[in-house]
Structure formats: structure tokens, C-alpha cells
């Protein structure tokens, strides 16, 4: 077999692998150790059986992410929305804005979706955003009367808007990998981020507009005064605003890296949790844990798929696909179609983290190519990758809900709830196409000279 066959056969066996349930970041590590012994075997040069280049490459990688500046970022907005999490101050956010929508068909959907587009907004984590939500929006909406498809799909999709929503894990990895800013990712995706939202509310109203039986009214005993609604949102939801708009708006200014951002964001989150008199010992110990073990999945997943990506591409598999893909000799549509097509393919045996680190690099330097601004494909990307948490079989925002839900809940029925978000995530993806302004005036108006 020559290098490039093998190369194919290291991607075809770590899908393989994957799918099989072994940890992804460990299988990274070790398909770029395994396959990049043979690709840098040396017998002239070796002393010793370690004696290979392949371990100063796994050194070098490590070091390298350890020590980059953009993934500091990364610990402190976790623990900025785990801290949130824990202090109870969502349950708040979502019973004042289901009071403040409350004369809307399907108000405590769009509740729900207001909430989880805010606490994306805060934490960016997919499976913390549709776990809590799960236990706190969803019950309510079963015992409001709401159908159970209707409520589960507006459950999973907005618990996935932390992909694209700043300020998204997901942005800083690619931002990362790219090359790219954060700051003009982060612009970039606030209008794409606020649009899905919108229309996730836009169907959820005219579905339950013209269908009144899948969400239910609330009676009007159950309605508090006017006063008890402006305390809510008072003490609720513009303390959360005022923070996350402090955050993003510093970021978004250049008044602040995504860093020191988050760091004042993380520091904000314990005086909400403590203004609240919910931070305690327990929860801040929690949040700490959990910030370190994500993290460190973070990390690992880097040094694991940059030992990967060097590998595959020493080996002529980088080469060998982007030849395959220039030789179609297809226009900027077809090749924007055909890149997208396969990212959403992938999103049904995989997460979000193994097509980001994996396969969105193999399309990156062809981009030039197609006059394809890097900017605009990664709010495509971002898009997209909606899919990969709501496309069955995997669905892992399904999966996520299923977990927390009452026990006579059906996989199929939060399957089958789900599709007509997906419908609208590729609607999306088409205007943004269409309209190309929607990703890249807002990073345009900020950074006129930067822009790229």
C-alpha cells in the first residue's frame, strides 16, 4: 500500500474505532502514535526502539497547547457557565421570561428558547444547557399539557445554540485551528446566532398559533400581577443580561481578549451565585471539577487530533483528498455544498469535536481556492453543526434529554420532535448562503481592516 492509502486507512479506522465507544481524545493519541511510528520510522537512525520522531512530535504538540493563549479562554467561560448553572439562577431567567411571554401561543416554549439561547450565551456547554433544561423547562411543559414531540424538539434545539451563540467552545477551537480571531468569529456569529434563534420562536409560535392543542394556554389564576412580573425580571434576568452583555460587549469593543473576558465573566458568575446566597462550598467545589474535567478534555483532544491531523497529512492524506476535490472541478456552490454535505454525514456517527478537529482541516486550505472567505465558512460550519447533535441515530441532544426525562418518555417521540428544527437549521444555512452579510457585515462594521 503506498502512504496515502494508508493515510485513508488511519481516518477510515479511527470512525471505526470511535464509533466502537473508545474515548476519542486517547484514540487520537493513539492512531497518531501507532500510525506516525511507521511514518517516521527510521531504521538507520534509531538506537533505541523509542528512538522515533513520532514522540518529539506528541512533546511538541502538547507544549504547544498547553501554551496557547486563545484556549486560556476555554476553563474560565466553563466555569462562568457552571457557576450559573449550580446557583439556580436559570430557574429564575426561565420563570420570569415564561412570565413576560405569557399572552404568546407556545409561551413557555419560546421561555424555554429565550432561556437557552441566554445560557448559551453564559456557558456555550451543549449537554449542560439540555440537561437542565431538561429538569427544569420540560416537566413543566408535560404538566402545562404541551405535547410531548412539540416540547422535547424545542428542548434539544435550543440547547444546541451554544455551538453557534458567542461564547461558543466550539468558535474558540476553530478560531484555533483557523487561524482566525475570536473576536471576528464572535462578531460574526451574533447575527446567524440571534436569526436561528428567532426562527426556532417564529415556527414555535405559528405551530402552536394554528394548533392551540400542542401548547396549551395557562389558565388565568395561574397568571401573576403585573408588579410580581417586573420583580421577576428585575431581580432575574437583568443581572444575567448585564453580566453576559458586559462580556461579549467587552469583547466585541476590543476592549478585552476572550480571555480576560471570560475571566471577568467567571468572576462575575460567583458575585450573581453569592448575591443569590446560592454559592456554597459544594457547588463551587462542583463547578471547579467540572471546569477542570472539561478542560482537560478539551486539551487532550487538541494534542491528540494536531498528532493525528501531522500524521495523516505526512502521510499524503491531506493531498490526496484535496486533489480528489480539485479534480471535480466544481464552482464555490458546488464546493461549498459538497463540504457541507459531508460535514453533516459525519454528524450522524459523530460529535461536534471530532469533525471540527478532524475534517474541517482538510477543507481549510482549499478554501483560497474557491475564494471562499475562511470567516463566512466557519459561521457555515457553526451552522451545521447544529446537525451533529440533532441528526439520529446519534442525536446526542436527544440522548442528553432522554436522561433527565420521566421515564414513560420515548426515544423515538424526542427523535421525531427534533426534525423540523432540523429543516430549519438548513434554512438557514441557505439564507446565510444568499445573504452572506448575515455572518460577515457585524465583524465588517467592527473590524473594517481586519477583516479575513
Known amino acids: 500500500m503506498t502512504d496515502p492509502q494508508i493515510a485513508i486507512v488511519m481516518l477510515g479506522l479511527f470512525i471505526f474505532v470511535v464509533l466502537l465507544g473508545f474515548p476519542i481524545a486517547f484514540t487520537l493519541i493513539a492512531m497518531g502514535l501507532g500510525f506516525g511510528y511507521y511514518a517516521y520510522y527510521d531504521e538507520l537512525r534509531m538506537n533505541t526502539i523509542f528512538d522515533n520522531r513520532i514522540f518529539d512530535l ?16 476555554v476553563p474560565l467561560f466553563l466555569f462562568m457557565g457552571y457557576i450559573v448553572e449550580r446557583a439556580n439562577i436559570v ?70 445554540l451554544g455551538i453557534l451563540i458567542p461564547p461558543s467552545i466550539m468558535l474558540i477551537v476553530y478560531s484555533a485551528i483557523a487561524d482566525i480571531s475570536p473576536l471576528r468569529l ?40 403585573f408588579v410580581r412580573i417586573l ?97 471535480l472541478e466544481m464552482s464555490q456552490v458546488g464546493f461549498l455544498i459538497l463540504a457541507q454535505a459531508i460535514i453533516f454525514l459525519l454528524g450522524w456517527p459523530l460529535e461536534w469535536t471530532e469533525i471540527i478537529i478532524i475534517f474541517v482541516p482538510i477543507f481549510l486550505p482549499m478554501l483560497p481556492h474557491f475564494d471562499v472567505d475562511p470567516l463566512f465558512f466557519g459561521m457555515l460550519v457553526a451552522l451545521n453543526l447544529q446537525t451533529s447533535f440533532l441528526t439520529p441515530p446519534m442525536a446526542m441532544a436527544a440522548y442528553y434529554l432522554k436522561g433527565v426525562a420521566p421515564p414513560h418518555i420515548q426515544l423515538m417521540d424526542i427523535f421525531r420532535g427534533i426534525m423540523p428544527y432540523l429543516a430549519i437549521v438548513i434554512l438557514a444555512m441557505v439564507l446565510m448562503y444568499n445573504f452572506p452579510g448575515i455572518a460577515l457585515w457585524l465583524p465588517e462594521y467592527l473590524f473594517p481592516q481586519k477583516l479575513g
Open 58 to 73: 506528541f512533546v511538541q504538540n502538547t507544549f504547544s497547547v498547553m501554551s496557547n493563549d486563545v484556549l486560556v479562554a
Open 91 to 160: 430557574n429564575r431567567l426561565f420563570f420570569s421570561i415564561q412570565l413576560a411571554a405569557r399572552n404568546l401561543p407556545g409561551s413557555m416554549a419560546v421561555a424555554a428558547l429565550a432561556t437557552c439561547a441566554v445560557f448559551a450565551t453564559a456557558t456555550g456547554i451543549i449537554g449542560a444547557v439540555v440537561t437542565l433544561m431538561g429538569m427544569l423547562a420540560f416537566p413543566a411543559m408535560l404538566k402545562a399539557g404541551y405535547d410531548t414531540r412539540f416540547a422535547s424538539g424545542v428542548i434539544c434545539a435550543g440547547g444546541c
Open 186 to 225: 464572535y462578531a460574526a456569529a451574533m447575527l446567524p446566532g440571534l436569526m436561528l434563534a428567532g426562527m426556532y420562536m417564529v415556527y414555535v409560535v405559528s405551530r402552536a398559533a394554528f394548533n392551540p392543542s400542542l401548547a396549551p394556554k395557562p389558565r388565568e389564576e395561574d397568571v401573576p400581577s
Open 231 to 327: 420583580y421577576e425580571l428585575a431581580t432575574s434576568f437583568v443581572p444575567l443580561a448585564v453580566l453576559i452583555l458586559s462580556v461579549l460587549g467587552a469583547i466585541l469593543a476590543g476592549l478585552a481578549t476572550p480571555a480576560e473576558a471570560a475571566g471577568v465573566g467567571a468572576a462575575g458568575g460567583l458575585m450573581l451565585a453569592a448575591i443569590y446566597r446560592s454559592l456554597s462550598w459544594e457547588r463551587l467545589k462542583e463547578s471547579v471539577f467540572l471546569t477542570a474535567k472539561t478542560s482537560a478534555m478539551v486539551c487532550w483532544l487538541f494534542v491528540g487530533s494536531w498528532t493525528f491531523a501531522s500524521v495523516f497529512s505526512y502521510l499524503g492524506g491531506h493531498d490526496l483528498i484535496r486533489d480528489w476535490v480539485l479534480g
